[in-house]
C-alpha cells in the first residue's frame, strides 16, 4: 500500500516533555513544540520501530498535514516558545530606600543636621511603649551620642500618619519622642542634651493613602540641635511642634511619687469595739411658753381681805361692870 502523496516522510512533529531547565527557571507548566526533519528524527523515529510508525501514518496522513501546515502559516516554522525573560526594573524606576537606611555618619562640616540611623523605632499603636525589638537602633543611637560630645542638644522628632485627628497625632507623636529621651535618659545621657518634639501628620515622607506610605510616615527623626552651646547651622532648636519637658531621672521618680500620693484615697479610721457603755444624753429643758397669741388671758384669783387693825393694839374688854 502506497503513502498519500500530500505527507512528507521527514516532516514529523513531536511534542516534546518538560525539560529540566523550565523547572530551574521557575517557569513550570510551559510545552515546548517543535518540529523539521531534526525533530522527527530524534524523537518518533528512534523511539517507534517501523510498523508502528507506518500504521501511525498511514491512519492519521491528514492531521499530520494540517497540523504542519498550521505551524508553518502561524511561525513561518515551529521554534521555542518559551516565555521570554522579564526585564529589571531601571534604576530610576526602583522605589527609593527610606531616608533613615543605610546608616550615614554625621558631621558638623557636613551642612546637614539629620542623623540617620540604621534601623527604625517601632511603638504599639496609638501609645508611646517602645516595642521589642527597637534596642539595636536605640543603642546605636546611644553610641552616637557618647561619641560626639560637642552635640550640645539633640532633637528627637515624632512623626506619625494620617489616620486619625491632627490633635491627636501631634500629642502622640510628641510622646513617644519624649519615651525615646526617656530611654536615653534612663541610659545616663543628660536630660539637658535632649528636646522632644512632636510634629504628628505635618511632615509626611510617604502618600497616607496607601500601607507603605503610611509606614514610612511613622517614625521617629534625630537632629542636631546645638553644637557647642551654639544653634547648629542658625536654626531654632525646636523648629516648630508640639515640645515636652525632658526630665532627668531623679524628678521623674518625684513627680510620679507626687502622682501616686495623690491619687491615693484618704486612710479610712479603724473600727475599735468598746464594749456596752450607758452614756449620759443631755436632754434641754422645755422653756415656759407666753401665751398662744389670739386667747385671753386666765383670770387671776381674787385677792382676800385683811382684818381691821385692832385699837391699842390690844384686846377689847368683854363687857362693863
Known sequence: MSEPSGVDDSADMAILPLPQAAFRAGRPGVRQVTCGPSAGSDTLQGEMDPKRKQAARTSLPFALAAALAAAAFAGQGCSDNRLPPRELPRAEEQRALPRWYPEKPWSEQGGESQVYIEGKIVFDTNKATIRPGSEKTLETLLQFIKEHPEVTRLRIEGHTDAQSSEELNQSLSARRALAVADWLVDHEVESDRLIAVGFGESRPLGPNEIAAGRSENRRVEFHVAEVNGRPFLGQDPYRGGLA??????EQRKQRAEQAAQLKAPPPRKG???????????????????EAQEGEPPAPSAPAKESAPPRDGGGAAPAGGG
Not at 244 to 249: F, I, K, Q, R, T
Open 244 to 249: 515636652l519637658e525632658v526630665l532627668s531621672l
Open 271 to 289: 473600727f475599735v469595739a468598746t464594749g456596752d457603755e450607758i452614756k449620759p444624753v443631755p436632754v434641754k429643758p422645755r422653756a415656759t411658753s
